[in-house]
């Protein structure tokens, strides 16, 4: 995991409470300590980078400490915010007597499933194209494992659900001959579509209504395939896992693993926090440390090829910047950001 600074994306992944956010949290200290600006991003719902850093933070870019700024996105805020633009959108672009139906049809839509993850996902793909020059690192705090696969595995669902939006107040033919241009045939692939000529207008010969809403949807399908594509390119972005040496966390890296790579996700390594430190003595801990040497030794092999690195167990849980440059010590102690 030597490399794993260089990366201009982080995503930290792993089941509830093994210590994402404080993983997160510890690895913007190190990228600071080397002179980096870094902004790390939460989209677990259940926030606490905020009490990591012992600082309010919230739905917008916050300073947190020298070279560290936090965000936590709301994503019921975020539905919110994203059905309003698409309403207000469409309203310029629909008759008035309409707009009373679009109103209902929006809340309708605000509260259907995956209204919140896809709203998520826009915001995540927006700041991995917009915040990548402000930053020189994003780290993205994410939420508990299945909950981020499932947004991993949405972008097609993304555009399928805000196509079904917007085709469905604004049925017309041209429209959908626009729609059955930009979907990909393939599931994952990026198929070239007619737009991607330049040279050629795509929209010629198209009412400026449905033209309109032919360019929205454009300008979203594109905005998902770049992020998609920094996503997948190992140069760029790393995942890595956290987990504890226990049975559960490890079986739900063990398929969040095979998942990922499904998803060309590039997997750097695994952090395995919250082992017991060496020093700590009494029959309790003497036993909990067997049974911590069987699960270490089985994540061994059940994560083969990925590199892990391990985190002590501190005395106290983290509360502030004080534990996280503890924390951030013991990864530059495993090598970490060495480059
Ligand atoms: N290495 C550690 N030593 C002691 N406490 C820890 C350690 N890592 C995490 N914790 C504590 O465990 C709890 C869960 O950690 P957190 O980073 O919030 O996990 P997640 O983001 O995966 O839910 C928090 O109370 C945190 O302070
Ligand atoms: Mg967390």
């Known amino acids: 995991m030597q490399s794993l600074l260089q990366r201009r994306v982080i995503f930290v992944g792993g089941k509830g409470g093994v210590g994402k956010t404080s993983t997160a949290a510890a690895l913007a200290v190190l990228a600071a300590r080397r002179g980096k600006r870094v902004l790390v991003i939460s989209t677990d719902p259940a926030h606490s980078l905020g009490d990591a850093v012992d600082r309010p933070i919230g739905d917008r870019i916050t300073g947190i400490t020298a070279g560290i700024w936090g965000l936590e996105i709301d994503p019921d805020q975020q539905a919110r915010n994203h059905i309003r633009a698409v309403s207000e959108h469409m309203k310029q672009l629909a008759a008035p007597e309409m707009h009373a139906e679009l109103d209902r049809q929006m809340a309708l839509a605000a509260h259907s499933p995956g209204a919140a993850e896809a709203a998520l996902l826009e915001r995540v793909a927006r700041l991995l194209l ?55 045939q393939g599931s994952r692939a990026e198929v070239p579509t007619p737009f991607d000529d330049p040279e050629t207008d795509p929209f010629a010969g198209m009412e400026s209504r449905t033209r309109k809403i032919a360019e929205t949807l454009l300008e979203r399908r594109r905005l998902f395939h770049r992020a998609r594509r920094l996503m997948t390119d190992p140069a760029h972005t790393a995942f890595v896992f956290v987990l504890t040496p226990e049975r559960m966390p490890i079986v739900e890296t063990e398929r969040a693993v095979k998942a990922l790579r499904q998803f060309s996700i590039p997997i750097l390594g695994a952090v395995i926090n919250r082992v017991l430190p060496e020093d700590a003595d009494g029959d309790f801990l003497a036993r909990r440390r067997e049974q911590e040497s069987r699960y270490l030794a089985q994540i061994g092999t059940t994560l083969k090829g990925l590199d892990c690195v391990r985190l002590p167990m501190l005395e106290a849980d983290i509360g502030g910047l004080d534990q996280l440059e503890e924390l951030a010590d013991h990864l530059a102690a495993a090598g970490l950001g060495k480059d």
Do not use: C
């Open 130 to 184: 917009e915040e990548a020059d402000n930053y020189d690192l994003l780290i993205f705090d994410t939420a508990p494992t299945g909950h981020t696969l499932r947004l991993l595995s949405l972008p097609e669902a993304m555009a399928a659900w805000t196509d079904g939006l917007l085709n469905h107040n604004q049925r017309s033919e041209q429209l959908g001959k626009v729609l059955k241009h930009l979907t990909p």
